[in-house]
């Protein structure tokens, strides 16, 4: 038998994540499940004397995001996503959370100095001058510059399709190039698998914003994701041609 939950995640610095999840029994009790994404989640039923939004807040403060409410049977297995209402119980009315999104992380270590993150600042600000020289016409690439803010702030936070290619496109580059002093960025999908910083692998990454790799080619390659392609026509060859 399955139950409805409402599920959050937490995503590590390595690319895999953690689940935690809610059912409110409706007699005074709710059940929790937590455990490592993809594994048979553990469980404990606890009275409301330990108030649910409490532990929700706490999740929410320590990095976790809400993913939407899914069907876990009593195994602890995670069977399938829940047509029901997207926005978890017990919490102010929020915006509609169901949308499929990829996952992203900004880990600084506690012992970075204000010049590292200006650093990292400057790298991100880089990226984005350059995505909008590519497409200035493009309405995503209009957005990074308002997006620039949250991107660079250590935590961790979603990207929907909305936001367009461009802000996957700044974020890879970040990950690829390397950040200042042990800052580790980190993307991942829905389902807890991550998305490298290798562009040419990650197909199913740009199908998500409804592009593939030759539409960004131009842009990734000024972004050094991809090499960029030799034009022999550009090419003047020093051998004579001979006819027999």
Request: charged residues 25%.
């Amino acid at each position: 038998m399955s139950k409805q939950y409402d599920l959050y995640r937490f995503i590590h610095g390595d690319g895999s994540s953690k689940d935690w999840a809610f059912h409110n029994n409706g007699d005074g009790t709710y059940t929790l499940r937590w455990g490592k994404t993809g594994t048979k989640l553990q469980t404990k039923a606890f009275e409301n004397a330990q108030p649910l939004q409490n532990r929700i807040l706490e999740k929410t403060k320590k990095g976790y995001q809400y993913v939407g409410q899914v069907m876990i049977d009593d195994d602890g297995n995670i069977t399938k996503a829940s047509p029901a209402s997207s926005k978890p119980a017990g919490e102010d009315p929020q915006p509609t959370q169901d949308e499929a999104r990829i996952y992203w992380r900004i880990k600084i270590p506690s012992n970075v100095d204000s010049t590292a993150v200006s650093l990292l600042m400057g790298l991100v600000t880089g990226y984005a001058i350059a995505i909008l020289r590519a497409y200035p016409d493009c309405a995503w690439a209009e957005k990074i510059e308002d997006d620039l803010g949250d991107l660079i702030k250590p935590g961790a936070g979603s990207l929907l399709k909305e936001n367009g290619v461009g802000s996957l496109l700044l974020l890879m580059a970040l990950k690829k190039k390397g950040a200042p002093s042990g800052v580790i960025v980190t993307l991942c999908h829905e389902d807890g698998v991550e998305i490298s910083d290798q562009l040419k692998l990650e197909s199913q990454a740009l199908s998500f914003f409804d592009t593939d790799l030759e539409s960004v080619r131009s842009i990734a390659e000024s972004l050094d994701l991809l090499d960029k392609r030799l034009d022999l026509s550009t090419v003047e060859t020093s051998v004579d041609d001979f006819y027999f």
